[in-house]
Nanobody, 126 residues
Framework: QVPLVESGGGLVQAGGSLRLSCAASGRTFSYYAMGWFRQAPGKDRDFVAGISRNGNTRYADSVKGRFTISRADAKSTLYLQMNSLNPEDTAVYYC????????????????????WGQGTQVTVSS
């Protein structure tokens, strides 16, 4: 298991930016593909971005060009830089870890992730 703790959420105006962080415990962070998901009230938990063990990235179409996922294995930390935010980005954001097979593979469905953080709220006002 990989305990995960998100931070960095908050209230921002449309067009603004936020950077989310996800701190992992333990020494096995580099063994996992990592992902960000989000869930708005009454909706499913959707894939936002993911990064493989060796840095290959994948994004949902709705965030391409605005969000950037990165990882710092030495710090056991995952990041999500979010720019040009709009009200449709409002949701609880979760980080997740996947013991995915293959150093290039980036899972994009919740079922392929085994460990989840508690979530951090992002609210974008218009």
């Amino acid at each position: 298991q990989v305990p995960l703790v998100e931070s960095g959420g908050g209230l921002v105006q449309a067009g603004g930016s936020l950077r989310l962080s996800c701190a992992a415990s333990g020494r096995t962070f580099s063994y996992y593909a990592m992902g960000w998901f989000r869930q708005a009230p009454g909706k499913d938990r959707d894939f936002v971005a993911g990064i493989s063990r060796n840095g290959n990235t994948r994004y949902a179409d709705s965030v391409k060009g605005r969000f950037t996922i990165s990882r710092a294995d030495a710090k056991s930390t995952l990041y999500l830089q979010m720019n040009s935010l709009n009200p449709e980005d409002t949701a609880v954001y979760y980080c997740a870890a996947s013991a995915a097979v293959g150093s290039l593979y980036v899972p994009d469905v919740p079922d392929e992730y085994s460990d989840w953080g508690q979530g951090t709220q992002v609210t974008v006002s218009s």
